[in-house]
């Protein structure tokens, strides 16, 4: 299994970013899977099912952060929309918090 994030940088508060996650090694289209932060703790974010028919999302995100898959490249991705400086986090991808993570994906929102 591997999960490598990217899409990470510097926004502005009221900006906008997307991140990717490209997986592999495992039949990718059969599983849910989630958006992660590390802060000062593991936080889920945002899920996804399967075939990406419903989503979840923390309270702090929601109306904000979207999350999204697309099944013939592997990818799952999430777009934060109007970011805030609380979310500042490394983000990571996976299918639940028990399996190995990937090297996540630094955002920091910030003027």
């Known amino acids: 299994v591997q999960l490598v994030e990217s899409g990470g940088g510097l926004v502005q508060p009221g900006g906008s970013l997307r991140l990717s996650c490209a997986a592999s090694?495992?039949?990718?289209?059969?599983?849910?899977m989630s958006w992660y932060r590390q802060g000062q703790g593991k936080e889920l974010v945002a899920s996804i099912t399967?075939?990406?028919?419903?989503?979840h999302y923390v309270d702090s995100v929601k109306g904000r952060f979207t999350i999204s898959r697309d099944n013939v490249k592997n990818t799952v991705y999430l777009q934060m929309n109007s970011p805030k400086p609380e979310d500042t986090a490394v983000y990571y991808c996976?299918?639940?918090?028990?399996?190995?993570w990937g090297q996540g994906t630094h955002v920091i929102v910030s003027s």
């Open positions: 996976n299918t639940n918090p028990f399996r190995p």
């Open positions: 399967s075939a990406g028919g419903s989503t």
């Open positions: 090694g495992f039949t990718f289209s059969s599983i849910a």
